[in-house]
């Protein structure tokens, strides 16, 4: 399995401002996952990333809100940008297996916007 | 749309409990279904099932897949204290690799 470094592993942020997640995976894969889970609900897919085009991205997610890099294989950020408290949430990156069955998640990034 | 539901909720129980969690979904061209363990933020995966009937089994958990009833079963036998989770089951949609999750069971095992 691969393994996906994520980070801040935590953060507090104020509203109105935004934040970079990083995800940095130790060897290439063609597409990228970024899923949020919010307070007692289940993960839900924010987009697609893939190296050399544009995300794609799942109803109910924009890219101002959320706008993604992903300028190789091995890396990806995801943006929350002016945050509100409804974001508070963790957020995920995740990658498929070489067989693509399966999905390999990072450490997580727990974020709490004030 | 693709769904998933998971029963129950939480649940807690005693050390040496045998625990069964359900997972019921409902999507468009089946392809996988998959059991995560989430203790703190990241889920890691336990089981990928694609053929009904057919048991999964690592130690003490083992998993089952009824495509008729389109439902499956994660047991865990003997639990621990470490069995202490949230534990996620997810579909796989035929043709790309986007998983639908469920909300997850709670699982509490207390000394």
């Known amino acids: 399995s691969a393994v996906i470094s994520q980070k801040p592993s935590r953060d507090i942020c104020q509203r109105g401002t935004s934040l970079t997640i990083q995800c940095q995976v130790d060897?290439?894969?063609?597409?990228m996952f970024w899923y949020r889970q919010q307070p007692g609900q289940s993960l839900t897919l924010i987009a697609t990333a893939n190296q050399g085009s544009e995300a794609t991205y799942e109803s109910g997610f924009v890219i101002d809100k959320f706008p993604i890099s992903r300028p190789n294989l091995t890396f990806s950020t995801l943006t929350v940008s002016n945050m509100s408290p409804e974001d508070s949430s963790i957020y995920l990156c995740?990658?498929?297996?070489?067989?693509?069955?399966?999905?390999?998640f990072g450490s997580g990034t727990q974020l709490s916007v004030l | 749309e693709d769904k998933v539901v998971q029963s129950p909720l939480s649940l807690v129980v005693h050390e040496g409990d045998t625990v069964t969690l359900n997972c019921s979904y409902e999507v468009t061209n089946f392809r996988s279904l998959l059991w995560y363990k989430q203790e703190k933020k990241a889920p890691t995966f336990l089981f990928m099932l694609?053929?009904?009937?057919i048991e999964k089994k690592s130690g003490r958990l083992s998993s089952i897949l009824d495509k008729k009833e389109l439902f499956s079963i994660l047991n865990i036998t003997a639990t621990q204290t470490g069995d202490s989770a949230v534990y996620l089951c997810?579909?796989?949609?035929?043709?790309?690799?986007?998983?639908?999750f469920g909300t997850g069971t709670r699982l509490l095992v207390s000394p």
């Open positions: 694609t053929s009904s009937g």
């Open positions: 060897s290439q894969v063609t597409m």
């Open positions: 995740s990658v498929p297996s070489t067989g693509g069955e399966k999905l390999f």
């Open positions: 997810a579909v796989g949609d035929t043709g790309f690799q986007k998983l639908v």
